[in-house]
């Protein structure tokens, strides 16, 4: 196992079992209950520590000693845990301690590992143990306490260890056994009155049990192996297989070839330098150098990289809405590898997507992330620009997500976006990686929206001249907050008063592939009966696919606070209305004033020179206004319908649109 890549093989921990095997059997002995059955229980549960494949060790303690075998600590921690977990037999009597077996543990790591308490503390807790300070504290009664009265015993010192008031030898370590398989310094499990002192435990039959298990294990492996070379014989042979059928031709062949077996190579991955943003003539997700604790961990990057490519059937899999899952064309771009909560991470970028590969760190902990297991994750990213390539998403857990930011970042915020006063926000530390701290993720359940999470970013002056604006909206890309025709970032006043109005709404084009949320005032309107001042907002979710955007209209009449949600009047999707090429809009509502009197109002874009309201339930009959506003007495079920003329004579493109009461 090499301390660089903290990777485990099976061969390694084969060989590492079979040189030990002694020590760990004694060890699972120790810890375990009393009982018939207690020698084998040790075997089964130290040959169960075998890994079936090839294992990240990254979060697992590290050795104190120079001279001590990586593969054996990782190997004793696997068979401390299966000991500690393994359930109390129906022969045990109930009077019989809990918590026995973590003080047994700590006893059997101190006397017979001859380990120091600190790195005793830290193996328990490494193997769940909720208290290893109790467990250490019993350890210690035990080892002070006299020895046990038993009419078997052979000697003073050879107490069984399950025969005392705490279930734990009561006397100093047995006498120590030079050549003893377990190492220097080891001893033999003391037998307890009338029974077996754990046979097998070293010598040569114990070596033969261990060879044996290794042998069988590797005998399992061949056999699978000729199994799938006969298959892939079969294939070659004429089988139909993969280039078979009628939809060979659509279905992604086989990671094969020169180029194919290149881009699967994680020494070819491309790797920018640090600070060549600074020069670089775009700055985007090209420009990000690699950046995290795993960037030179080969052998993480080529799982990465193979799961890109062919992702087994145990892997979890999420593309964007019009995201391609096929593998990158050529060796694509590393831009993060790293450890974060529990999780190994990776982020690679091909030019137009960006992927995202995650791996438990111990996939038998029991954590979230074990739970979760191995996930693919991908994203357009086609035309990203300096402001779009701000951050990703590198994690998104227990309701936080977390950002790596661009290099050329200064200051990261945290803002509330129903807030228009929270300008600076509060400041996200950031690692020397780039990665932020944890910001929460907004509650989407209808009517909880009393906050919404939003992403304030500062660059530096050569790459990002303006603070820009995202929020979550399910993707990797954050979504970015743009005000006004000229789609600038939603950071002014009067942006973030239409925003702090719109944010609730914006769980509608969650995972929804959206690249940016554009809001734009295209109506002011002054309200009967003395109410104040409207705004008609169009806000449109733009994707990065293209197709699919997401339109909506909004009426924000004064409101007693500045985030309470403006009435939504019309929802449009895959449609041009409110993008860069169509400014015509127009909508209207039944709204009823202060005063409790019922009015239709309807508003056009700036272009809009008449509207017309036609219908039933209108007061005085057909309504007409000179100017891209309209405000007519109606009955509370008036059925309406709006028409407009624009500056050059002509109607809208869209039809004349239906007057209903607001979401």
Request: a positive charge; glycine letters at 10%.
């Given at each position: 196992?090499?301390?660089?890549?903290?990777?485990?093989?099976?061969?390694?921990?084969?060989?590492?079992?079979?040189?030990?095997?002694?020590?760990?059997?004694?060890?699972?002995?120790?810890?375990?209950?009393?009982?018939?059955?207690?020698?084998?229980?040790?075997?089964?549960?130290?040959?169960?520590?075998?890994?079936?494949?090839?294992?990240?060790?990254?979060?697992?303690?590290?050795?104190?000693?120079?001279?001590?075998?990586?593969?054996?600590?990782?190997?004793?921690?696997?068979?401390?845990?299966?000991?500690?977990?393994?359930?109390?037999?129906?022969?045990?009597?109930?009077?019989?301690?809990?918590?026995?077996?973590?003080?047994?543990?700590?006893?059997?790591?101190?006397?017979?590992?001859?380990?120091?308490?600190?790195?005793?503390?830290?193996?328990?807790?490494?193997?769940?143990?909720?208290?290893?300070?109790?467990?250490?504290?019993?350890?210690?009664?035990?080892?002070?306490?006299?020895?046990?009265?038993?009419?078997?015993?052979?000697?003073?010192?050879?107490?069984?260890?399950?025969?005392?008031?705490?279930?734990?030898?009561?006397?100093?370590?047995?006498?120590?056994?030079?050549?003893?398989?377990?190492?220097?310094?080891?001893?033999?499990?003391?037998?307890?009155?009338?029974?077996?002192?754990?046979?097998?435990?070293?010598?040569?039959?114990?070596?033969?049990?261990?060879?044996?298990?290794?042998?069988?294990?590797?005998?399992?492996?061949?056999?699978?192996?000729?199994?799938?070379?006969?298959?892939?014989?079969?294939?070659?042979?004429?089988?139909?297989?993969?280039?078979?059928?009628?939809?060979?031709?659509?279905?992604?062949?086989?990671?094969?070839?020169?180029?194919?077996?290149?881009?699967?190579?994680?020494?070819?991955?491309?790797?920018?330098?640090?600070?060549?943003?600074?020069?670089?003539?775009?700055?985007?997700?090209?420009?990000?150098?690699?950046?995290?604790?795993?960037?030179?961990?080969?052998?993480?990057?080529?799982?990465?990289?193979v799961t890109w490519a062919q992702p087994r059937a145990d892997v979890r899999v999420q593309a964007a809405p019009g995201t391609p899952k096929g593998p990158p064309p050529g060796p694509p771009q590393l831009l993060y590898a790293g450890r974060l909560a529990g999780t190994a991470v990776v982020l690679l970028y091909d030019g137009l997507r960006v992927a995202r590969y995650t791996e438990p760190l111990d996939p038998d902990d029991g954590s979230a992330a074990a739970e979760d297991g191995v996930s693919l994750e991908l994203a357009r990213t086609a035309g990203a620009g300096t402001a779009e390539s701000g951050a990703l998403v590198v994690t998104r857990r227990g309701g936080e997500v977390r950002?790596?930011?661009?290099?050329?970042?200064?200051?990261?915020?945290?803002?509330?976006?129903?807030?228009?006063?929270?300008?600076?926000?509060?400041?996200?530390?950031?690692?020397?990686?780039?990665?932020?701290?944890?910001?929460?993720?907004?509650?989407?359940?209808?009517?909880?929206?009393?906050?919404?999470?939003?992403?304030?970013?500062?660059?530096?002056?050569?790459?990002?001249?303006?603070?820009?604006?995202?929020?979550?909206?399910?993707?990797?890309?954050?979504?970015?907050?743009?005000?006004?025709?000229?789609?600038?970032?939603?950071?002014?006043?009067?942006?973030?008063?239409?925003?702090?109005?719109?944010?609730?709404?914006?769980?509608?084009?969650?995972?929804?592939?959206?690249?940016?949320?554009?809001?734009?005032?295209?109506?002011?309107?002054?309200?009967?009966?003395?109410?104040?001042?409207?705004?008609?907002?169009?806000?449109?979710?733009?994707?990065?696919?293209?197709?699919?955007?997401?339109?909506?209209?909004?009426?924000?009449?004064?409101?007693?606070?500045?985030?309470?949600?403006?009435?939504?009047?019309?929802?449009?999707?895959?449609?041009?209305?409110?993008?860069?090429?169509?400014?015509?809009?127009?909508?209207?509502?039944?709204?009823?004033?202060?005063?409790?009197?019922?009015?239709?109002?309807?508003?056009?874009?700036?272009?809009?020179?008449?509207?017309?309201?036609?219908?039933?339930?209108?007061?005085?009959?057909?309504?007409?206004?000179?100017?891209?506003?309209?405000?007519?007495?109606?009955?509370?079920?008036?059925?309406?319908?709006?028409?407009?003329?624009?500056?050059?004579?002509?109607?809208?493109?869209?039809?004349?649109?239906?007057?209903?009461?607001?979401?």
């Amino acid at each position: 196992m090499s301390e660089r890549t903290a990777t485990l093989d099976v061969e390694q921990a084969e060989l590492a079992l079979v040189e030990h095997y002694g020590r760990l059997v004694r060890l699972a002995y120790c810890v375990l209950e009393d009982g018939p059955r207690r020698a084998p229980a040790a075997h089964a549960v130290t040959c169960g520590a075998l890994p079936r494949r090839c294992t990240s060790t990254a979060a697992l303690p590290r050795p104190r000693a120079a001279d001590e075998d990586p593969v054996y600590v990782w190997l004793r921690l696997r068979v401390l845990r299966a000991a500690l977990a393994r359930p109390r037999g129906p022969w045990l009597p109930r009077s019989l301690p809990r918590g026995g077996a973590p003080a047994r543990a700590a006893y059997a790591l101190r006397h017979l590992e001859r380990m120091a308490d600190p790195d005793i503390r830290r193996l328990l807790r490494a193997a769940h143990v909720r208290d290893p300070d109790a467990a250490l504290a019993g350890a210690r009664a035990a080892a002070s306490a006299p020895p046990a009265a038993g009419p078997a015993a052979p000697e003073a010192h050879a107490a069984d260890p399950s025969d005392t008031a705490t279930d734990l030898p009561q006397v100093p370590v047995p006498p120590q056994v030079p050549d003893s398989p377990g190492g220097p310094g080891a001893s033999a499990p003391a037998a307890g009155p009338g029974r077996e002192p754990c046979p097998l435990c070293g010598g040569g039959d114990g070596v033969r049990h261990a060879l044996d298990t290794v042998r069988r294990r590797r005998r399992r492996r061949r056999s699978g192996a000729a199994a799938l070379a006969a298959l892939v014989c079969c294939g070659l042979l004429g089988v139909p297989g993969d280039t078979w059928g009628p939809d060979a031709a659509a279905r992604p062949p086989l990671v094969r070839g020169s180029d194919a077996e290149h881009a699967l190579d994680p020494s070819a991955l491309v790797r920018a330098r640090a600070g060549s943003w600074r020069r670089a003539s775009r700055t985007d997700f090209g420009a990000w150098p690699a950046r995290g604790a795993l960037t030179r961990d080969e052998s993480l990057l080529r799982r990465a990289l193979v799961t890109w490519a062919q992702p087994r059937a145990d892997v979890r899999v999420q593309a964007a809405p019009g995201t391609p899952k096929g593998p990158p064309p050529g060796p694509p771009q590393l831009l993060y590898a790293g450890r974060l909560a529990g999780t190994a991470v990776v982020l690679l970028y091909d030019g137009l997507r960006v992927a995202r590969y995650t791996e438990p760190l111990d996939p038998d902990d029991g954590s979230a992330a074990a739970e979760d297991g191995v996930s693919l994750e991908l994203a357009r990213t086609a035309g990203a620009g300096t402001a779009e390539s701000g951050a990703l998403v590198v994690t998104r857990r227990g309701g936080e997500v977390r950002y790596l930011t661009a290099p050329w970042i200064t200051r990261a915020a945290r803002v509330d976006l129903l807030d228009p006063a929270d300008e600076a926000g509060r400041t996200l530390a950031r690692g020397a990686d780039g990665v932020t701290g944890p910001v929460p993720l907004p509650v989407t359940l209808p009517r909880h929206c009393e906050s919404w999470p939003g992403l304030a970013l500062w660059g530096s002056p050569g790459a990002a001249r303006r603070p820009q604006l995202y929020t979550d909206l399910g993707e990797l890309a954050p979504a970015r907050l743009t005000d006004g025709a000229e789609r600038a970032p939603a950071t002014g006043a009067a942006a973030r008063r239409r925003l702090a109005r719109t944010a609730c709404h914006l769980p509608a084009v969650l995972d929804r592939g959206v690249r940016a949320v554009n809001s734009w005032q295209f109506a002011r309107q002054r309200l009967p009966d003395g109410d104040g001042e409207a705004a008609w907002v169009c806000t449109r979710a733009a994707t990065w696919r293209g197709a699919g955007a997401r339109v909506m209209t909004q009426f924000q009449p004064p409101a007693g606070g500045p985030g309470r949600p403006g009435a939504v009047t019309s929802r449009l999707e895959d449609s041009r209305v409110c993008g860069p090429h169509a400014r015509a809009v127009l909508t209207g509502l039944l709204w009823r004033s202060t005063e409790g009197r019922w009015y239709v109002l309807a508003a056009g874009d700036e272009d809009v020179i008449r509207l017309r309201a036609r219908g039933e339930g209108l007061s005085g009959g057909p309504a007409e206004a000179v100017d891209n506003t309209l405000a007519v007495r109606a009955g509370r079920e008036a059925s309406v319908r709006l028409s407009a003329t624009r500056r050059n004579g002509t109607d809208p493109t869209a039809p004349p649109a239906p007057v209903d009461p607001p979401d």
